[in-house]
């Protein structure tokens, strides 16, 4: 039997999914509503990816010595905090910089809250308990993007932020009511955990995922505008 706290975990990792591909399925009424072109509204999306993977250890090393709960209660805070920024944001570059803290964010998230899965849970069924976190994954990518996608056209790009946000502080919720006080693990250093970089293996397979997911989202994030603006298919424009 897994605890409640690790399909709320599942959760987080869903809601901050969907905050990482939202834009993907908004291009072209972000950039109608921001008066910047659509090459320069993908760099929403690489921006944002660029901060998992350097803000999202930094941050990770920032919070090491915290209670684990805590830990996750800070991020969800900056988290809610990145998409209100974005709903409100009157220009580009305000919400390049909401951007970047949601990355950051969601670059940590996911160590942290696979950490407290795997301590929460007996060791029997420590696989099943990550896979339920990473499920979060598959449905944000599955559900999430198509509903923030949905919600962009026809009630406006800022009404997604807010709806992600809302999910946000929803999952926040449960989680302080669900996930135990855990302590940090004793013994833990940033010094420590940059050992494991010194293996050439791990920088194999760094680069392997690296072009893999970069040369993916390179085509992906563009779909909704090439589909719209050069196939032809209809949508529902709302720039607001």
């Excluded at 990770?60 to 969800?76: H, Q, S, V, W």
């Excluded at 944001?89 to 909401?98: D, F, I, K, S, T």
């Amino acid at each position: 039997m897994l605890p409640k706290a690790v399909y709320v975990l599942g959760l987080g990792i869903f809601s901050l999914v969907t905050s990482e591909l939202q834009v993907a399925g908004m291009m072209p009424q972000m950039a109608a509503g921001l008066d910047v072109p659509v090459s320069q509204i993908g760099y929403l999306i690489s921006l944002d990816a660029l901060a998992m993977a350097v803000g999202g250890p930094l941050l990770t090393a920032a919070l090491l010595r915290l209670p684990r709960r805590t830990a996750l209660m800070i991020m969800f805070a900056a988290f809610i905090a990145g998409e209100v920024l974005a709903a409100l944001a009157p220009g580009y570059w305000l919400l390049l910089v909401a951007r970047l803290v949601t990355g950051a964010v969601s670059g940590a998230f996911f160590g942290v809250a696979l950490a407290i899965a795997i301590e929460l849970s007996a060791p029997s069924v420590r696989g099943r308990a990550t896979s339920i976190v990473l499920s979060g994954l598959m449905a944000g990518t599955v559900l999430g993007l198509p509903l923030a996608s949905y919600i962009g056209p026809a009630f406006g790009w800022r009404a997604s932020f807010w709806g992600v946000a809302g999910l946000a502080v929803a999952v926040a919720a449960l989680t302080a009511f669900t996930v135990p006080r855990l302590e940090a693990t004793e013994g833990t250093s940033v010094r420590g955990e940059l050992v494991v970089f010194k293996s050439a293996k791990l920088w194999a397979v760094y680069s392997t995922s690296t072009l893999l997911i970069g040369a993916t989202y390179a085509a992906f994030s563009y779909f909704t505008p090439i589909l719209s603006e050069v196939t032809g298919f209809g949508t529902t424009r709302s720039e607001e």
